[in-house]
């Protein structure tokens, strides 16, 4: 009976055909280098991820649980009845705690998660209709720009979009935009935006997190090389590239890059692709910015969005907003 309780849909654009990969090009082109940061999380990268997640130095994890933790029924109790829709649900490990506030104070539980790992969101989806009865599920394999742009009609009067993790401080003052533009289109009004973003703090604490002692971070960036090289039949040989986390003050971010080792020419042969790296040169894989939470506040308020509850931590690492459009 568990399956009649599941869907599944699998995103599409009708760019996705000619698209495919050309980020990875233009990324490549560009001076200095980039890739694109969704290309970390392929299944390895996932399971990577959830590595990162227990590590004692990479704190947002946690920080985030506790807030969830402290405040998952009070959630429940402002929004009342609604569909849960998550972007990057991963695991779902931070989820669970919504679902069980709302599993106890509603007796209708509809949960939508969206990844672009189809791997992960398959054995979560089926480990949480195993654990919550009441569940019905509707699995999203895609980006987060195709989910926003073809979100299936809510199933319940309500809707609550989640986006945890500081995801959103993956995209550029630009590309941030463009999503909070996609997210207020994607609900009506009333329906609700619970966002978790990581805060300003000790360089010292951030680096740490970013250059944790066991490696997993720098084995969680160079696969993304290995996903390319499985993808686009890539020649990257992981061991000529090196990790390279730092906080960047001035634009409060973490910035992660993979630093050529040696002069290497690296080709990608589906896509038809070559591209020479000078020893030492680095490609620019992710950004991890920082927020400062007043100015969040009134960039929501920008976009439509009321903030109508802001949760920290103790020590003010982490915030969790709950906005309403
Ligand atoms: C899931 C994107 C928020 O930026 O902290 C963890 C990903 N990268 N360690 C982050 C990540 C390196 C993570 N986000």
Excluded at 68 to 91: D, N, P, R
Aim: net charge negative; hydrophobic share 40%; charged share 20%.
């Amino acid at each position: 009976q568990e399956n009649s309780r599941l869907r599944w849909i699998t995103l599409s654009s009708s760019e996705t055909l000619v698209a495919e990969g050309t980020d990875i090009i233009e990324g490549l082109e560009h001076a200095p280098k980039t890739l694109p940061c969704r290309y970390f999380y392929d299944d390895r990268g996932s399971q990577l991820f959830e590595q990162i997640c227990d590590l004692p130095e990479y704190y947002p994890t946690r920080t985030e649980q506790s807030i969830l933790e402290t405040y998952a029924t009070e959630i429940a109790q402002f929004t009342g009845s609604c569909e849960l829709v998550e972007l990057g649900s991963g695991s779902s490990r931070k989820t669970r705690l919504l679902l069980e506030a709302y599993s106890q104070t509603n007796d209708q539980l509809q949960y939508c998660p969206i990844d672009v790992s189809a791997g992960i969101l398959k054995t979560t989806a089926l480990e949480l209709l195993h654990q919550y009865p009441k569940l019905k599920l509707c699995g999203l394999a895609g980006t987060y720009e195709q989910a926003l742009d073809q979100l299936p009609p809510a199933e319940l009067k309500n809707r609550m979009l989640i986006f945890l993790g500081s995801t959103i401080g993956n995209l550029n003052a630009v590309e941030c935009d463009r999503f909070l533009d996609r997210v207020r289109k994607a609900l009506k009004p009333g329906e609700f935006f619970l966002l978790g973003v990581d805060l300003q703090k000790d360089p010292v604490i951030l680096e740490a997190a970013y250059n944790d002692a066991q490696g997993i971070t720098a084995a969680f960036n160079l696969n993304l090389l290995a996903h390319l090289n499985w993808r686009f039949q890539g020649n990257f040989k992981l061991d000529q590239f090196s990790h390279w986390a730092f906080y960047n003050t001035i634009e409060h971010q973490i910035e992660m890059h993979l630093r050529s080792l040696v002069t290497q020419t690296v080709a990608l042969e589906t896509l038809d692709f070559q591209k020479t790296l000078q020893a030492g040169e680095t490609i620019h894989t992710e950004i991890s910015r920082k927020f400062h939470l007043p100015t969040l506040v009134k960039t929501l308020e920008a976009y439509a969005f009321q903030p109508l509850q802001v949760w920290t931590d103790p020590n003010n690492w982490f915030g969790l907003l709950l906005c309403q459009r």
